[in-house]
């Protein structure tokens, strides 16, 4: 094309670029406003660890981590489920050790009433975001079954100190049901999905109004747990198999099971479990096999820390990480996105939300470097043509609801008989 021709066509092309610009502009607006006026529930973040490890107060930058009150003001964060989380790894006791981060949270809200509340029922968590002066609801799920030692007055304390969910499994398989991390261990002893004791703790789970969680479980031990409980379940952090396939994320035919008992899955953010790229976690595999002694510096980094939190012990560790994510790019936030449409597909609209796993993993898609990015997920929405009721729903309405659900079935299981006329 000749250079008059093609100066001829500068004012079109300048024309549909502010044409895009100013639809770029409205999309972002109109994705603000509704982000704004949302109840934004995120059910899992590890921060208790840095509380515990490393004496960490939210009113502090995060540094390197995810979550901090700056930066959960700045995404509008209504509620965050704090993950209790014990290593199966370590020597002293799991119940010492989850009660040790129960007390953080706690501590935490007593340290800053004007910025976060602990609170023990949906009702709370809508009270604690009206009004002028909003606050942080904080709220509690242990993250594996193995946290109770096989007691079950001790998941009745759980609850009394405000725990609202509990997670069956974490990676490892306990004494009463399976997890997806080892079910094909031949070493480890498993049981078919739950016990008759696990399915009496569902049972009780469910009496006492605590949400069963069914992220990180095996296949069959979902299938029992969909089979025992009375009450609506979550998967606090799990994503869609049919876009990533790994054990942990849940099967078309899963979600659509979720959504018949009414539950709620809320969609992770780790790069394993979100990216598209069928080859992505092979390149993982790839890369650590090819540098075995960098994976096993990092692991004898990650122990000492387990033993003593030091900065230089941290440094080091934020180092190998950082060369480990450099072999392998991050999915891009669309990969994400694509999660929630999904679950939203073949579960329903009403039966999707967001488990970040801030604070419990090393890699994000690109553009969520922290909670403070959660805008982002609106507005993708909002490109992708959700309105506003659906992203409502999405950012925390349908956890509301079941958490609500949960209740109502525990008020219902210890209401009296009536006996007689």
Same mark, same amino acid.
């Given at each position: 094309?000749?250079?008059?021709?093609?100066?001829?066509?500068?004012?079109?092309? @300048?024309? @549909?670029?502010?044409?895009?610009?100013?639809?770029?502009?409205?999309?972002?607006?109109?994705?603000?406003?509704?982000?704004?006026?949302?109840?934004?529930?995120?059910?899992?973040?590890?921060?208790?660890?840095?509380?515990?490890?490393?004496?960490?107060?939210?009113?502090?930058?995060?540094?390197?981590?995810?979550?901090?009150?700056?930066?959960?003001?700045?995404?509008?964060?209504?509620?965050?489920?704090?993950?209790?989380?014990?290593? %199966?790894?370590?020597?002293?006791?799991?119940?010492?050790?989850?009660?040790?981060?129960?007390?953080?949270?706690?501590?935490?809200?007593?340290?800053? %009433?004007?910025?976060?509340?602990?609170?023990?029922? @949906?009702?709370?968590?809508?009270?604690?975001?009206?009004?002028?002066?909003?606050?942080?609801? &904080?709220?509690?799920?242990?993250?594996?079954?193995?946290?109770?030692?096989?007691?079950?007055?001790?998941?009745?304390?759980?609850?009394?100190?405000?725990?609202?969910?509990?997670?069956?499994?974490?990676?490892?398989?306990?004494?009463?049901? #399976?997890?997806?991390?080892?079910?094909?261990?031949?070493?480890?002893?498993?049981?078919?999905?739950?016990?008759?004791?696990?399915?009496?703790?569902?049972?009780?789970?469910?009496?006492?109004?605590?949400?069963?969680?069914?992220?990180?479980?095996?296949?069959?031990?979902?299938? #029992?747990?969909?089979?025992?409980?009375?009450?609506?379940?979550? &998967?606090?952090?799990?994503?869609?198999?049919?876009?990533?396939?790994?054990?942990?994320?849940?099967?078309?035919?899963?979600?659509?099971?979720?959504?018949?008992?009414?539950?709620?899955?809320?969609?992770?953010?780790?790069?394993?479990?979100?990216?598209?790229?069928?080859?992505?976690?092979?390149?993982?595999?790839?890369?650590?096999?090819?540098?075995?002694?960098?994976?096993?510096?990092?692991?004898?980094?990650? #122990?000492?820390?387990?033993?003593?939190?030091?900065?230089?012990?941290?440094?080091?560790?934020?180092?190998?990480?950082?060369?480990?994510?450099?072999?392998?790019?991050?999915?891009?936030?669309? #990969?994400?996105?694509?999660?929630?449409?999904?679950?939203?597909?073949?579960?329903?609209?009403?039966?999707?939300?967001?488990?970040?796993?801030?604070?419990?993993?090393?890699?994000?898609?690109?553009?969520?470097?922290?909670?403070?990015?959660?805008?982002?997920?609106?507005?993708?929405?909002?490109?992708?043509?959700?309105?506003?009721?659906?992203?409502?729903?999405?950012?925390?309405?349908?956890?509301?609801?079941?958490?609500?659900?949960?209740?109502?079935?525990?008020?219902?299981?210890?209401?009296?008989?009536?006996?007689?006329?």
């Amino acid at each position: 094309m000749p250079i008059k021709s093609l100066l001829l066509l500068l004012p079109f092309f @300048a024309c @549909a670029l502010v044409a895009a610009q100013t639809v770029s502009t409205k999309v972002k607006a109109e994705a603000r406003a509704i982000h704004n006026s949302a109840i934004i529930i995120d059910t899992h973040a590890d921060t208790p660890g840095r509380f515990v490890d490393e004496n960490f107060d939210l009113a502090s930058d995060a540094g390197r981590g995810h979550f901090d009150f700056g930066k959960a003001q700045q995404a509008n964060l209504g509620a965050e489920f704090f993950s209790i989380w014990v290593d %199966p790894r370590i020597k002293t006791g799991y119940t010492k050790r989850a009660l040790d981060m129960i007390d953080s949270v706690h501590e935490q809200a007593k340290k800053h %009433p004007d910025k976060m509340v602990m609170a023990y029922s @949906a009702e709370d968590i809508v009270k604690a975001r009206t009004g002028k002066n909003k606050r942080l609801a &904080a709220l509690m799920g242990v993250e594996g079954g193995h946290a109770i030692e096989n007691d079950m007055s001790v998941l009745r304390d759980f609850y009394r100190l405000g725990v609202r969910y509990m997670t069956l499994t974490w990676s490892n398989t306990n004494e009463w049901a #399976d997890s997806s991390g080892d079910i094909t261990d031949t070493k480890v002893q498993h049981h078919n999905g739950l016990t008759d004791f696990g399915k009496q703790l569902v049972l009780e789970m469910n009496q006492l109004g605590m949400m069963v969680d069914v992220s990180h479980v095996a296949d069959k031990t979902f299938e #029992d747990v969909i089979a025992t409980t009375k009450a609506p379940v979550i &998967a606090s952090h799990s994503s869609a198999r049919a876009l990533t396939d790994v054990p942990r994320n849940m099967t078309d035919d899963m979600l659509r099971e979720v959504a018949k008992n009414g539950g709620v899955v809320q969609v992770n953010f780790f790069c394993a479990f979100i990216a598209r790229d069928p080859d992505y976690n092979k390149k993982v595999k790839v890369f650590n096999d090819a540098h075995a002694d960098l994976v096993k510096q990092q692991e004898a980094l990650q #122990d000492q820390l387990e033993e003593n939190h030091s900065p230089e012990t941290n440094a080091k560790l934020d180092a190998i990480n950082d060369q480990m994510k450099a072999a392998y790019p991050r999915p891009p936030l669309s #990969d994400l996105i694509d999660h929630i449409d999904h679950v939203a597909k073949i579960a329903e609209i009403d039966h999707v939300g967001i488990g970040s796993d801030f604070d419990g993993i090393p890699c994000t898609p690109q553009g969520i470097d922290s909670v403070a990015d959660l805008p982002k997920i609106t507005e993708a929405l909002v490109e992708r043509g959700y309105n506003r009721e659906q992203i409502h729903k999405i950012l925390g309405g349908n956890l509301l609801r079941v958490f609500r659900q949960v209740e109502a079935v525990s008020k219902q299981l210890n209401s009296p008989l009536v006996v007689g006329p």
